[in-house]
């Protein structure tokens, strides 16, 4: 065994000893856009897989979470984290951010809405990484999600600010997908993108609490109404999905949040939903990582360099754009 390798083995058994620093450094690896630290990724990644790994077939329960800025992610998270770990539970909380690059990460900024999750010993915060374009966050984030899961964490709540792309990548990750919303006038039930509520597997409407809750409690009942007019999925038992009113804020109904997340989990399981879609999910990554692995190489020689040359070719009139792309991708296969 190499060095290298020993390094790995060890951070491979920190983490699934749950040791958190070790989990902050496998994360960290995974997102670096080194070669070698990929290798080393792609390793750790494995080791955790294999039979001998104590963290083989753990699995978590993965939850998605989007909702627009202000409606209440962070204090949801801080509440209903702070409940779960009352209950023993770990809970890994973990960030897609589209707009990271710019803001340098929302969760970190957000930390003071999470402070006492933060501090908690059964929970897990980890920042979004910053610099990297929305695929390969993505990309990243499920290596983390799986890295959580590996940890021994129960529940990995996977948070993105809702603007439409995200919320199908993280739909992508998750076992459950949860829409926070914030009470409104009637008019706002357009706001919601169709594809996004076709996505969602229960909708919470947050801040129902003092002068709120009336608007609240209209805001659910045009969901719940909206929820009715969707196409039935198979992977949902009667009454799913479902609207709800909860206040973060005064943690109110977070545990029949709770209750309904176990409901729906329990019922995909034993009817063969939850493998179906994790399934589904592992061959969307494997075409998403080929793609990207594709479009990787082209910034790479030889392919780049011979990209170039047939460029020209096209220019100058010697080739046409179809023939050099097909004698380009040729190479490439
Ligand atoms: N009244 C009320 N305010 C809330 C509730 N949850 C969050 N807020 C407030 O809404 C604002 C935005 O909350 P934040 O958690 O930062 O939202 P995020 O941008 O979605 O992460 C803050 O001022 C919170 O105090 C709630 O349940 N009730
Ligand atoms: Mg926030």
């Given at each position: 065994m190499t060095a290298k390798e020993a390094d790995v083995a060890a951070l491979a058994a920190g983490v699934a000893a749950g040791e958190r620093r070790a989990l902050a450094r496998a994360i960290t690896l995974v997102e670096s856009g080194r070669a070698d630290h990929r290798a080393q990724a792609l390793d750790l990644l494995e080791r955790l897989r294999g039979d001998d790994s104590p963290a083989k077939g753990r699995q978590a329960l993965r939850l998605g979470l989007s909702g627009t800025p202000g409606v209440g992610k962070s204090t949801f998270i801080e509440s209903f984290g702070l409940m779960l770990t009352a209950m023993d539970k770990r809970v890994a909380v973990l960030a897609v951010d589209p707009s990271s690059a710019r803001s340098g990460g929302s969760i970190l900024g957000d930390k003071t809405r999470m402070e006492q999750l933060s501090r908690d010993p059964r929970a897990f915060i980890r920042p979004s990484p910053s610099q990297a374009r929305m695929g390969g966050v993505a990309r990243r984030t499920r290596e983390a999600v799986t890295l959580c899961e590996a940890a021994g964490f129960d529940i990995v709540l996977i948070e993105t600010v809702g603007v439409g792309q995200s919320e199908t990548v993280v739909a992508e990750l998750c076992d459950l997908f949860l829409l926070l919303l914030a009470p409104a006038g009637?008019?706002?039930?357009?706001?919601?993108?169709r594809g996004i509520m076709e996505m969602a597997d229960l909708i919470l409407v947050n801040k129902a609490d003092g002068d709120l809750k009336p608007a609240a409690q209209r805001t659910m009942a045009e969901y719940a109404g909206a929820l009715r007019l969707l196409r039935r999925r198979?992977?949902?038992?009667?009454?799913?999905?479902k609207a709800m009113c909860v206040s973060a804020l005064a943690t109110e109904g977070l545990g029949t949040a709770w209750t309904e997340i176990r409901t729906l989990a329990d019922w995909r399981r034993a009817h063969g939903h939850w493998d179906a879609r994790r399934a589904a999910q592992a061959s969307h990554w494997f075409e998403e990582e080929v793609r990207q692995g594709l479009l990787s190489a082209l910034t790479r020689d030889p392919a780049r360099s011979r990209m170039a040359d047939l460029g020209a070719a096209v220019a100058a009139g010697r080739l046409t754009p179809e023939a050099a792309a097909a004698e380009l991708l040729s190479a490439l296969s």
């Open positions: 009637g008019d706002e039930l357009q706001g919601v993108k198979p992977q949902d038992p009667e009454g799913f999905p």
